[in-house]
């Protein structure tokens, strides 16, 4: 469990953060600004606030009010940033082990082989730093903050320096690490995609508060005074099952109560549930099924809440068959040429193309058929 509360100004900028997260991974996600890096370094102690309170795993880290002020180093925190910071002269091995010097033996609980093997580095333990891609060396610096047994991993955009390709190879190994170590992580991101797939609960920052809290589907769906630019980041976050691997068009489709999903790509594993974060600007409503359309996802629904502000847009909110929600925008003028209001059966076209593979959990590429026509890997 970790317990945040924290004033803290620094020039002209006043943080007055409040949350409390169980395990598994919480998002700190907002704009550039909003005072997510200032979180990490109250959590690590690099900052000290005015005012504040600070638990992680009923260990107290700081209480300005009983004046306790752990040093970093004896917080027991990993960190993890946008670029790696391994030593160069070092091996990866010794970059690995480096952290448990400072971790007394009785709370060394994360052992060097299941680390390695989660993060899929065991091939470059004699590897030089210098040598390994930027996707690697960052699971490298995920291993060496894990193997210093932290109370906490904090992770401050660790794939933001990273290419699309990179992300995709590392996201599937923080994943791995969400699941088998029992480790909790507050996780620094804007992207909305990242944020979607990893967090179980997300602290959303503007200008130093926390505006919102809650899981994934609630803090990422879109507000109706949302800016434009806000507009095409909301996401509806549903979750739905694979079902199988089409391969001659090169498509997963997944399983949703409201209707089956396809997903561009194969979908690792095979089966087991996928959450998928489909972009609110790219969903149309239709009333009756269309025809001659492009779209292939079509989830049915009713309409639960139109939210307009006498403007020209309206939110509508479509509670889907199965219990959850997905968002769209659309024009007043649509709502009032389709007669749709609230109570009515309608049906949300998702573009399939739109469907961001990064929203979804271990996406191969399909390579090319062989001559059998079966799928390669
Ligand atoms: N040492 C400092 N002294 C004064 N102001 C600071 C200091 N560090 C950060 N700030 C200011 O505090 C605000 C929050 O910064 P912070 O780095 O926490 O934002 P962020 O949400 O992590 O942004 P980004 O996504 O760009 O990293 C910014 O306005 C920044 O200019």
Do not use: W
Request: charged share 25%.
């Amino acid at each position: 469990m970790i317990r945040f509360d924290c004033h803290h100004v620094q020039g002209a900028f006043a943080l007055d953060v409040a949350f409390a997260a169980e395990g598994g991974i919480t998002a700190l996600f907002g704009h550039s600004g909003s005072g997510k890096s200032t979180v990490i370094r109250l959590l690590a102690g690099l900052a000290r606030p005015q005012r504040g309170r600070i638990e992680v795993e009923d260990t107290v880290l700081l209480d300005t009010g009983r004046g306790i002020d752990l040093k970093p180093h004896r917080r027991r925190l990993g960190l993890v940033f946008q670029d790696a910071q391994l030593f160069p002269h070092l091996s990866v091995r010794a970059n690995l082990t480096y952290g448990r010097f400072f971790t007394p033996a009785a709370g060394r609980v994360v052992a060097f082989d299941p680390v390695v093997e989660v993060l899929g580095i065991s091939h470059l333990l004699d590897r030089r730093p210098m040598t390994l891609s930027g996707g690697e060396r960052q699971r490298v610096a995920i291993g060496r903050a894990l193997l210093a047994s932290p109370r906490l991993l904090l992770m401050d955009e660790p794939l933001a320096s990273l290419d699309a390709e990179r992300k995709l190879e590392v996201l599937p190994f923080i994943e791995r690490l969400r699941d088998e170590f029992a480790i909790p992580i507050v996780y620094v991101s804007h992207a909305v995609e990242e944020v979607a797939r990893l967090a179980a609960r997300v602290v959303k920052l503007e200008g130093g508060k926390a505006t919102a809290i809650g899981p994934p589907a609630e803090v990422l769906a879109p507000t109706l005074y949302a800016t434009a630019a806000d507009r095409f980041e909301a996401v509806s976050v549903i979750t739905g099952r694979v079902k199988r691997f089409d391969p001659e068009f090169a498509v997963t489709l997944v399983e949703h109560p409201a209707g089956e999903i396809v997903v561009p790509g194969r979908i690792e594993p095979a089966e087991g549930p996928v959450r998928i974060a489909v972009r609110s600007t790219n969903v149309t409503l239709a009333v009756g099924r269309p025809g001659g359309v492009s779209v292939r996802t079509v989830l049915f629904g009713t309409v639960e809440r139109v939210e307009t502000d006498g403007g020209p847009f309206a939110l509508v909110t479509v509670a889907l068959a199965g219990g959850e929600r997905v968002h769209a925008y659309a024009t007043r003028l649509a709502l009032a040429a389709l007669g749709l209001d609230v109570g009515d059966e309608v049906q949300a076209l998702v573009k399939s193309v739109s469907i961001d593979e990064r929203t979804v959990p271990r996406l191969v590429h399909a390579a090319p058929q062989t001559a059998a026509g079966a799928p390669g890997r």
